[in-house]
């Protein structure tokens, strides 16, 4: 499911410079730190479908690279980019990934854009923040409608979404997990 639970504000985010990134060598023992919060929580790491079966980080960033240019993949996948909300160029905040193009399932549920905060540095306004940069990223490679949704229980990710534009147009049930998800369109 997109969206990710940050209202509810600990705060403002921490001072610095906020910035989408690709995924790098230079982030591995930060991007594994970020690995065990969402352990800790009992969280999975999203997207999971991207992950190696072992911590082999090289393995992980070379999957990442295939998928963003559409290789290797099953034909019922898009190419998808997945980029690190990054703190002044060190500390990783959350995780975002980009759909170029929507098949018929990412039409129902899924959409063109999916994001989680670490749990360490949520309810601080970053998951505002990192839908707002993904839908610049979006609006560079030329996408103009971008669909969003997330569960229709989740009401931090729904004022997410709406503070950067959404506009719910529907509810349907998940064709995976049963639920009731909220499907918002952005205009960009």
Known sequence: ????T???AKGPAEPGRLELVA??????TEFWAMWDEYVEAGERYEPRSLLP????????LHRLARTAQG???LPSRVPMSVLWLVRDESAIVGT????WQLTPAL?????HVGYKIRPSQRRRGYGTRILALALEELREKGIRRVLVTCNSDNSPSARIIEKNGGQLENRV????SGKDVSRYWIDL
């Open 6 to 8: 940050d209202a509810m």
């Open 23 to 28: 995924p790098a060598e230079r982030f591995e």
């Open 107 to 111: 039409k129902h549920e899924g959409g």
């Open 53 to 60: 079966p072992t911590k082999d980080f090289p393995a992980y």
């Open 96 to 99: 975002c990934y980009l759909r």
């Open 71 to 73: 290789t290797g993949r």
């Open 1 to 4: 499911m997109n969206g990710d």
């Open 173 to 176: 049930i998940s064709r995976i």
